[in-house]
């Protein structure tokens, strides 16, 4: 495993991390969750990222129960929406109340990042989030702040006003419009940059061939889309089979490819899967012919 500064905050963190969106999940038992993330450890992943809203707490509890308060992992957790209503609310004493919340699930004293999960501009625009962030890091609750952006005109405006010490992208060989807009910014400053769904929910492990193979997978939930991002998969495809590896490893090179990235963070439900996840690590992703031959794939979609 390789790992990378987690931008200017002083940290390093894995360049393959965990997604654990499904962390808890109830079609296996606690004991196989908790055994993953051991395993993950193992395997020398540093960083897991989940979520208050991943099975409602199930996640951060699994994570609590595998990890606790060791120093030697960094643990991202976000605030979502308001679990009653679904709406995304953003006012300081209720982020404050789900951060202590998620610290009691995770079992530790400091939630190392700790982020907006997917807020609008408008609606980060109208609450006064930061001061939570503000109160929560100097009462050593968390060490840094972040968000998980959806446009890049958030991400621009978080990095202008110096609000994100962390920015969580979805970027992959089939998505780059943010990432390819607020990397270089995010490097001048120093903003460390995770980057979630780097295989486009599996798209870019090449085992879809048409949208009916999506039934029952997270890919279905790409919708419209997803037609002609299989589509575009394959006609990557030839490129990766160049490569040492499965396609999904050559994705994952490719996402982190940028220097800007600090890790990219997949999800795994198996030992197969994470192992396979971290062995793309390689310390800087994919060269510069390689990145040239995909961006010229990419211009004619």
């Not at 931008?7 to 606690?30: F, W, Y």
């Not at 009916?212 to 490129?239: C, F, S, W, Y």
């Not at 940028?258 to 062995?279: D, F, H």
Request: proline letters at 3%; one cysteine or more; charged letters at 25%.
């Amino acid at each position: 495993m390789h790992y990378r500064p987690l931008g200017r905050t002083g940290a390093h963190v894995s360049e393959i991390g965990m997604g654990c969106n499904r962390l808890g999940e109830k079609q296996e038992p606690d004991a196989h969750w908790i055994g993953l993330v051991h395993a993950a450890v193992d395997l020398g992943i540093t960083v897991f990222d989940t979520a208050e809203a991943y099975g409602w707490g199930r996640s951060e509890t699994i994570i609590g129960q595998a990890i606790g308060n060791r120093q030697d992992v960094l643990i991202a957790s976000k605030v979502s929406r308001d679990r009653e209503t679904g709406a995304k609310e953003w006012q300081p004493e209720r982020i404050i109340a789900r951060a202590e919340e998620s610290l009691r699930h995770l079992q530790r004293d400091t939630i190392d990042i700790y982020q907006l999960h997917s807020p609008s501009l408008a609606e980060m625009q109208s609450y006064d989030w930061p001061k939570a962030m503000d109160t929560l890091k100097q009462q050593g609750k968390i060490r840094f702040s972040g968000v998980s952006i959806n446009d890049a005109e958030s991400g621009r405006w978080l990095i202008e006003n110096g609000l994100a010490q962390v920015l969580q992208v979805d970027y992959s060989m089939l998505v780059t419009g943010v990432g390819n807009e607020i990397f270089p910014l995010a490097e001048e400053h120093g903003v460390g940059i995770l980057i979630r769904m780097p295989m486009a929910r599996g798209v870019l492990t090449g085992k879809f061939t048409e949208k009916n193979d999506t039934e029952g997978h997270r890919a279905a939930m790409l919708g419209e889309k997803l037609d002609d991002m299989i589509v575009h998969a394959r006609q990557l495809a030839p490129i990766a089979e160049r490569h040492d590896g499965s396609f999904g490893q050559f994705a994952l090179r490719y996402a982190v490819s940028p220097k800007a990235v600090s890790a990219a963070i997949p999800g795994a439900r198996t030992i197969e899967q994470l192992t396979q996840n971290v062995a793309a690590s390689n310390g800087y992703g994919l060269d510069k012919a390689t990145l040239a031959e995909i961006a010229a794939i990419q211009a004619t979609w």
